[in-house]
């Protein structure tokens, strides 16, 4: 049974950081991608971040240069660093693992294993 937990979540202000760690369990990392995604007040869920099965990174447009995905196979978990937060990105964020390996997408259909979700809250 795969099991993912999100950590790092809090309040923070405007410009300021946190981490986010996403904690699998029942399954290894290896070949597998795992995504960040994030669901705001009101609004449909979005794609954040995603280490690829490669272990590249790819990130949404509104993040990328600000957001930093990186993973720990040793750990098994995958972090995401966020810096120069705006308000924009409070929301509850979820990392996601896709139903098979060696497979990467950006499309939330493709992701059969969630965690419970962190809130992160940005102050301005």
């Known amino acids: 049974q795969v099991a993912l937990v999100e950590s790092g979540g809090g309040l923070v202000q405007t410009g300021g950081s946190l981490r986010l760690s996403c904690a699998v369990s029942?399954?290894?990392?290896?070949?597998?991608?795992l995504a960040w995604y994030r669901q705001a007040p009101g609004k449909e869920r979005e794609f954040v971040a995603i280490s690829t099965w490669k272990r590249e990174a790819w990130y949404a447009d509104s993040v990328r240069g600000r957001f930093a995905i990186s993973r720990d196979e040793d750990k098994n978990t995958v972090d995401l660093q966020m810096n120069t937060l705006t308000p924009e990105d409070t929301a509850v964020y979820y990392c996601a693992l896709p139903r098979r390996t060696k497979f990467d997408s950006l499309s939330e259909s493709d992701f059969g294993s969630w965690g419970q979700g962190t809130q992160v809250t940005v102050s301005s």
């Open positions: 029942g399954r290894t990392l290896n070949n597998y991608a």
